[in-house]
Antibody, heavy 121, light 107 residues
């Protein structure tokens, strides 16, 4: 079945980096984009950015410019989210979701299960 | 950036009730609007795409309408499984933004 499976929970120190993976299966990976969304404890949803496995295009939310890198590996149908210079307010659940391949053309119909990232000082 | 504002933030309702949630966009998003349902500890689930399109597998008691800047999600005959938090989200252009959420709780 169509699914996105994310890597496990992470605990990091402030100032460190974290990489979360998102393995896609059940569909043609390069025909859809991947959007990353995070949710701080008890809070709402925040879109972080988008990447296209088709052509490598990316778009980053302004809040994360310079700290966030989104990549994909078509050989393993896996998307990656790297967030650097972690702060305590980066503590959140990070989700990947299937999105449009050339931009914001579709709603997020498939979501990963989420990865908890805890940043300690 | 396009701001999305949902109301109410919390809604108390009983099984069988008709429930309506409103979402307003600060700029025209045409019909590039989605609705999601989220339960505690789970990923959001897509209910509605393109303002009124019912996602496959979603019960027909969920409906939505609107375009431009005003949108509504309606649950006709609330079921026990529907107690959750609902989010709207525009996908008109980047940056994509979500509403603050509406928690539907037991009255």
């Amino acid at each position: 079945q169509v699914q996105l499976v994310q890597s496990g929970a992470e605990v990091k120190k402030a100032g460190a980096s974290v990489t979360v993976s998102c393995k896609a299966s059940g569909y043609t990976f390069s025909s859809y984009g991947i959007n990353w969304i995070r949710q701080a404890p008890g809070q709402g949803l925040e879109s972080m950015g988008w990447t296209s496995p088709y052509n490598g295009d990316t778009n980053y939310a302004e809040n994360f410019q310079g700290r966030l890198t989104l990549t994909t590996d078509t050989s393993t149908t896996t998307a990656y989210m790297e967030l650097r210079s972690l702060r305590s307010d980066d503590t959140a659940i990070y989700f990947c979701a299937r999105a449009g391949v050339v931009g914001p053309t579709r709603a997020f119909d498939i979501w990963g299960q989420g990865t908890m990232v805890t940043v300690s000082s | 950036d396009i701001q999305m504002t949902q109301s109410p933030s919390t809604l108390s309702a009983s099984v069988g009730d008709l429930v309506t949630i409103t979402c307003r966009a600060s700029q025209n998003v045409d019909n590039w609007l989605a609705w999601y349902q989220q339960k505690p500890g789970k990923a959001p689930k897509l209910l509605i795409y393109k303002a009124s399109g019912l996602q496959s597998g979603v019960p027909s008691r969920f409906s939505a309408r609107g375009s431009g800047t005003e949108f509504t999600l309606t649950i006709s005959g609330l079921q026990p499984d529907d107690f959750a938090t609902y989010y709207c989200q525009h996908y008109k252009r980047y940056p994509l933004t979500f509403g603050g959420g509406t928690k539907v709780e037991v009255k």
